[in-house]
T-cell receptor, first 114, second 114 residues
Framework: GENVEQHPSTLSVQEGDSAVIKCTYS??????FPWYKQELGKGPQLIID?????GEKKDQRIAVTLNKTAKHFSLHITETQPEDSAVYFC?????????????FGTGTRLLVSP | DTAVSQTPKYLVTQMGNDKSIKCEQN?????MYWYKQDSKKFLKIMFS???????INETVPNRFSPKSPDKAHLNLHINSLELGDSAVYFC?????????????FGEGSWLTVV
């Protein structure tokens, strides 16, 4: 089955710096890679996703890159702000059966200091 | 206008009791899920239902019994609660599509077994 590893487990940056979180996956059949942000006391919320036919996707300060050969994908946050502080989860999914089974990474606690 | 709503948000109960968590989505999705998040923040899928039918059962103890009266509802009943069942349980939903659709999570139900 799919296994997703995520690093680092914690990340502290100064406001305005960039933050990078990396994930690797094991199942080469995975074709959908979302990133979720979980704030304290809330459920995970999708912030960006990428599909296997795309190498990079950007949405304002957030970007995701995918290297299918190496089976890793990364989240990049530029110009970080204190409100970016949260736990971030990567996930991988095999969607070809029509029913998604997201396997999550272990999470990265991002702390952005003013 | 909450998309995925689950109740109760907090639940404290004694070992051996039976409890239920209810979930409803108003997004028109046909697939619903239950995820468990433990104290280390690991998020793992427990069940997935599509149009009221069980699709995924991740070797969850049979003390856990999901019930889907219709495709907008997926309730989770837990019998003979154990200390190790203490966790946050997230309900989620999505459209069934092989390309990978966004999974929307509820706010979570904090279960504490004492």
């Amino acid at each position: 089955g799919e296994n997703v590893e995520q690093h680092p487990s914690t990340l502290s940056v100064q406001e305005g710096d960039s933050a990078v979180i990396k994930c690797t996956y094991s199942d080469s059949a995975s074709n959908y890679f979302p990133w979720y942000k979980q704030e304290l006391g809330k459920g995970p919320q999708l912030i960006i996703d990428i599909r296997s036919n795309v190498g990079e996707k950007k949405d304002q300060r957030i970007a995701v890159t995918l290297n299918k050969t190496a089976k890793h994908f990364s989240l990049h946050i530029t110009e970080t702000q204190p409100e970016d502080s949260a736990v971030y989860f990567c996930a991988a999914s095999i969607g070809n059966t029509g029913f998604q089974k997201l396997v999550f990474g272990t999470g990265t606690r991002l702390l952005v200091s003013p | 206008d909450t998309a995925v709503s689950q109740t109760p948000k907090y639940l404290v109960t004694q070992m051996g009791n039976d409890k239920s968590i209810k979930c409803e989505q108003n997004l028109g999705h046909d697939t619903m899920y239950w995820y468990k998040q433990d104290s280390k923040k690991f998020l793992k899928i427990m069940f997935s239902y599509n149009n009221k039918e069980l699709i995924i059962n991740e070797t969850v103890p049979n003390r856990f019994s999901p019930k889907s009266p219709d495709k907008a509802h997926l309730n989770l009943h837990i019998n003979s609660l154990e200390l190790g069942d203490s966790a946050v349980y997230f309900c989620a939903s999505s459209l069934t599509d092989s390309s990978g659709n966004t999974i929307y999570f509820g706010e979570g139900s904090w279960l504490t077994v004492v």
